[in-house]
């Protein structure tokens, strides 16, 4: 389904990278992340970067990614602090970005979700969903 391919795209491009980078240059990550499994907001990405879990979420990933924009989480996380100055130095503001974010809640709300799940679409707005992953594909694609 055409609604996977911008979840991929953000897990390969950004996530990936980011958990394999801090695992790299900090192999006890765990202890750096400790105090971000203590909170509901930070605890399933601290938990994906310490055991190396490649496995994200298209809704994590926006949840992650809106997180960024709470400038209190940001300066309270280590993990989130970390995770904004990579997007920082290796991509763009941007992927944060409310428009940005407006078009992959709307993915996820309009289409991810109910194609993961027993719904079906119509062809009408699977062609609306085309579309829109083009759209999103084309936005990301020219930040990384």
Same mark, same amino acid.
């Given at each position: ?61 926006? @949840?992650?990614?809106?997180?960024? $924009?709470?400038?209190? *989480?940001? #300066?309270?996380?280590? %993990?989130?602090?970390? +995770? ?6 290796? @991509?763009?503001?941007?992927?944060? $970005?409310?428009?940005? *974010?407006? #078009?992959?809640?709307? %993915?996820?709300?309009? +289409? ?33």
């Amino acid at each position: 389904m055409w609604s996977g391919r911008p979840a991929y795209a953000l897990l390969l491009k950004v996530f990936v990278p980011f958990i394999n980078y801090i695992r790299n240059i900090n192999p006890n990550c765990d202890q750096d992340y400790e105090e971000d499994q203590n909170y509901p907001t930070t605890k399933p990405f601290a938990q994906a970067v310490i055991n190396n879990r490649h496995s994200i979420s298209l809704g994590s990933m926006y @949840f992650i990614l809106n997180s960024l $924009n709470d400038g209190n *989480l940001i #300066e309270r996380s280590r %993990l989130m602090s970390d +995770f904004h100055l990579f997007i920082i130095d290796n @991509f763009s503001p941007y992927l944060y $970005n409310s428009e940005f *974010l407006a #078009e992959l809640n709307e %993915l996820l709300n309009k +289409f991810r979700n109910k194609s993961a799940h027993i719904s079906t679409i119509s062809r009408d707005k699977a062609s609306d969903c085309k579309f829109l992953v083009r759209k999103i594909l084309a936005r990301f694609l020219s930040l990384v």
